[in-house]
C-alpha cells in the first residue's frame, strides 16, 4: 500500500488518529475468530502500527525530521549535521554492507541511544511498542524499503579476541593496526586521529551537505564507543558518506587491529 504524506493541521490529525484507531478496534473485535496468519488481519495490524508510529513521529521527530521527512523540519537550517532525510533511504548506522539498507534492530539502536554528537536525542522513554511502530512508519517514507536489491542481513559482528581487554597483551596488535591505518584511513582521518587529511578536505555527503572525517582520536563516537561499535562501523561503512565498508577487503582480525589502535587514542584521550 502506497501512503500520501499530506501535512494535516494538528486537530484533524488526531481526529483522523481517533477514527482510524476507533474503526480498527471494532473490525479487529468483529474479525476475532479469523486465524492470525490471515493475510487481512496482518495488513491491518500493519495500518494500525503505522498510524501509530505517524503519531508518535510528529510528537518526538518533526522538529528536526520535518512533516514529510525530508530532514527539513524548523530546528534543521540551525543544526550543523543535518537531520536524515528519510525519504533518501539511506542509513549511516547500520549492520549490513554499505550500500544496502539497515535491519530493523540497526534502527531500534539509533532512536534507542541517539548519534553522540549530533542533535539526535536519545529516546529511552519511548515503548517498545511506539518505537516498533516508528519503525513501520520511517519504512513507509521511502521506496528505497521496497527494493528487494536493497534488503541485507547483517554482516558478522564477532566477539572481540581476548587480547584486546588487556592494554599489555592489545599494544603489539594496535601496532599492526598503526601500521594499516597509514595505509588505508590517515589520507582522511589524518596520522593522529584528528580528521585532518588532506583527502578529507572539502567532502560533501550523498545528501548535499560539507562532511568531515570523524575525529577517531576523540572520547566518544557517533555510533558508540565500545570495541563492537567501532569494529561495526569499520567493517560496514556509513551510507551516504566517503566512509566505506572494510568487511570484503580486510580480515576479521585487521579489522580488531584497526580498531586496537582507535582505542589506544581512546585511552590517551580519556587518560587526565
Ligand atoms: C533535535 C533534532 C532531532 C530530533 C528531535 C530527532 N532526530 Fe533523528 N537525527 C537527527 C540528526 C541531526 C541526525 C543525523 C546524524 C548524522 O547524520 O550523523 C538524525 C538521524 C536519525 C536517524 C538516522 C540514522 C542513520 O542510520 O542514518 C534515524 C533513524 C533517526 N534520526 C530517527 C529519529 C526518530 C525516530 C526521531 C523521533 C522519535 C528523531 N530521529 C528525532 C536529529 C534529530
Ligand atoms: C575517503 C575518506 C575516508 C577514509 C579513507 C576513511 N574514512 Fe572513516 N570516516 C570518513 C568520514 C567522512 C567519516 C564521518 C562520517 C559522519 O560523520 O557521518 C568517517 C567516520 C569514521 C568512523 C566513525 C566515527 C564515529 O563518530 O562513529 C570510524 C570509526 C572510521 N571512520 C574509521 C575509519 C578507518 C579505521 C578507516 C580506514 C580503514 C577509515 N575510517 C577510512 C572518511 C573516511
Known amino acids: 500500500m502506497d501512503y500520501v504524506h499530506q501535512p494535516l493541521p494538528s486537530p484533524i490529525r488526531s481526529i483522523r488518529w481517533i477514527c482510524v484507531s476507533a474503526a480498527l478496534a471494532v473490525s479487529t473485535f468483529l474479525c476475532a475468530d479469523e486465524p492470525p496468519e490471515n493475510d487481512v488481519s496482518d495488513k491491518r495490524e500493519e495500518i494500525h502500527l503505522y498510524m501509530k508510529g505517524r503519531y508518535v513521529y ?22 550543523e549535521v543535518k537531520p536524515r532525510n528519510f525519504r533518501s533511504g539511506l542509513f549511516k548506522f547500520r549492520t549490513t554492507a554499505y550500500g544496502t539498507l539497515p535491519v530493523e534492530t540497526d534502527l531500534r ?16 522513554q519511548l515503548h517498545d511498542e511506539e518505537v516498533d511502530a516508528l519503525i513501520v512508519y520511517l519504512k513507509n517514507l521511502s521506496r528505497a524499503w521496497k527494493d528487494p536489491t536493497l534488503a541485507a542481513s547483517p554482516i558478522s559482528q564477532p566477539d572481540p579476541p581476548e587480547w584486546l581487554a588487556s592494554p599489555e597483551e592489545r ?36 545528501w548535499g551537505f560539507p562532511i568531515a572525517p570523524a575525529m577517531l582520536a576523540a572520547p ?28 570484503a577487503t580486510l580480515k576479521e582480525e585487521e579489522i580488531w587491529e584497526l580498531v586496537a589502535w582507535i582505542l589506544e587514542w581512546q585511552t590517551a584521550a580519556t587518560t587526565p
Open 58 to 79: 510528529q510528537r518526538h521527530c518533526v522538529e528536526c525530521h520535518g512533516t514529510t521527512g525530508r530532514g527539513n523540519g524548523p530546528w534543521a537550517a540551525e543544526l
Open 109 to 124: 539502536r539509533t532512536i534507542r541511544s541517539g548519534i553522540s554528537g549530533t542533535a539526535m536525542p536519545i529516546f529511552s
Open 171 to 206: 599494544s603489539p596488535h594496535a601496532e599492526s593496526g598503526k601500521a594499516r591505518f597509514s595505509l588505508l584511513c590517515s589520507s582522511c582521518h589524518g596520522t593522529s586521529g584528528k580528521g585532518d587529511g588532506e583527502a578529507g578536505k572539502g567532502l560533501i555527503d550523498a
Open 220 to 247: 566518544h563516537h557517533k555510533s558508540g564507543d565500545s570495541p563492537r561499535d567501532l569494529y561495526r562501523t569499520i567493517s560496514t561503512g556509513l551510507n551516504g558518506t566517503p566512509m566505506i565498508g572494510y568487511a
